[in-house]
């Protein structure tokens, strides 16, 4: 059985970057197996926030690849990211993990995907995860519309996606750097 659904939004705006995630998991198509969990938070002595989506076992594993880079970089964020990539480039016999995960710090922001790729969102706004998309559009309808802060900017949009996909709640996680 496939565990699946989350929604993850990431904005900066004023200085300040918000990471915020709903607590949904779904197994298959129909059985909400929780709804509180946490799919964001601080790592690297509180520096660095991350929230991550896909298999539960590869987000995990995603996000713990990347703490050890992390550390061995001393938090240097886009060092960590870049290393990581190649580390999966230069295995040939890796496995590929089905998950994504966001990674910010006071300065920058990238989406990770555990097959290896790292983008840098060019408007501040990025999210991912099954509700990623209607997520994504509020915070970008939310940021030019409004003078809201990140933090506010990122919940409002997780909201309005728990309202339109099924595997998205409203039992938001957010953090800020």
């Known amino acids: 059985m496939e565990f699946r659904g989350t929604t993850i939004c990431a904005v900066k705006r004023g200085g ?15 059985v909400i197996m929780k709804g509180n969990a946490v799919k964001v938070k601080r790592i690297y002595q509180d520096k ?40 999966w480039r230069l295995d040939k016999g890796g496995r590929k993990l089905e998950a994504l995960m ?24 990025c999210a991912i995860g099954s509700g990623g998309n209607y997520a994504l559009a509020a915070a970008r309808a939310l940021v030019s519309a409004t003078k809201l802060g990140a933090k506010e900017i990122a919940v409002r949009a997780l909201k309005i996606a728990s309202e339109i996909c099924v595997y998205t709640n409203d039992h938001i996680t957010v953090e800020t750097v």
């Open 48 to 87: 660095v926030v991350i929230g991550f989506a896909g298999s539960v076992s590869d987000a995990f594993a995603l996000s713990e690849k990347f703490e050890a880079m992390l550390q061995k970089y001393s938090g240097n964020l886009m060092r960590a990211a870049v290393e990581l990539a190649e580390l």
């Open 16 to 30: 300040v970057t918000a990471i915020a995630g709903d607590g949904q998991v779904t197994m298959g198509e129909s």
């Open 102 to 125: 966001i990674a910010a710090d006071a300065t920058s922001m990238f989406v990770i995907s555990g097959t290896g790729e790292v983008i840098e969102p060019e408007n501040g706004i």
